[in-house]
DNA sequence: TATGCGTGGAG
DNA sequence: TCTCCAAGCAT
């Protein structure tokens, strides 16, 4: 197998975006909370929310000391709450586990609320420098193209992490530098859509290129359809009790002019059912 | 292993 | 318009 490390860490060294996260003496903690509202979440969404929340709480400590209500409100229009409810019991893991520091063994990161292979050791490698895999939706298609040749990765699993360590570099450093290059070339220019292969730093080694681009086995699943869905009632539901200048709302005045009343309800009960509202007395709230 | 889970921007 | 996509996780 040719040499990617090599030259993709070059171009890293060179092309590598300024974002916070990157910049030295950057938090433990602001990583694993960065890492959070990564999953799923674009980069430039994600920034000014990520500035703010460490403002409002610069230590786990801080976070697990004020109610997750705060959190899901924080939280905002970043979407998929779950994950501002998870963070928040991350907090209290890491404070409750580890004195308020967050751990840096990935065993440890693993067993804690809302993170898994991916997180766990994004925050190893990236806040304390440990020398692990880092494997996420980029590294698996740039992998996919430059390795294996194909346009699409095949489904996600373990060896995914076995592949990826096979061409690490030994060194924890150069282990680090390479798993953020990969990343950032699947970011920027081994894009899903329209990769940019005249820029790309490792071209020459590419059996995706070599093999002439071949579009072949997409098991992408596709994403159902949002406009109607239990999904887009839970958003509105959640987004008036976040909105909402008093603390609880009568439940009959929440998402009233939602078209369909059973969905609605099955909305309420499955944001009751994942503890990001609470019901008492007729009334709806977020989790105090 | 397959599915459900938000929201907004790009093409 | 509409489809695809975005540093995943829990179940």
Known sequence: MPDLATPLVAWYRANARDLPWRHPGFSAWGTLVSEFMLQQTPVNR???????????????TALAADPPAEAVRQWANLGYPRRALWLHRAAVEIRDRH?????????????????????????????????HPVVDTNTRRVLARAVDGRAHPSAPSRRDLVDMAALLPEDAADAAEFDAAAME??????????????????ARQCAWRAAGYPD??????????????????????????????????AADRVAADWPDPQQRDRAIDSLVADGLIEAADGLLRLPG
């Open 99 to 131: 004195g308020g520091a967050v751990p840096r063994d990935v065993d440890d990161l693993l067993a804690l609320t809302g993170i898994g292979d991916y997180t766990a050791r994004a925050v190893a490698v990236f806040a304390y420098g440990e020398r």
């Open 185 to 202: 070339l699947g970011a920027t220019v081994c894009t899903a859509r329209a990769p940019s292969c005249e820029a790309c730093p490792i």
């Open 46 to 60: 994600v920034i000014p929310h990520l500035e703010a929340w460490l403002a409002r709480w610069p230590t786990p």
């Open 216 to 249: 072949t086995g997409d098991t992408r699943r596709r994403q159902a359809r949002y406009e109607g869905s239990d999904r887009q009632a839970r958003g509105v539901v959640l987004k008036q009790l976040r909105d909402a200048a008093a603390h609880a709302i």
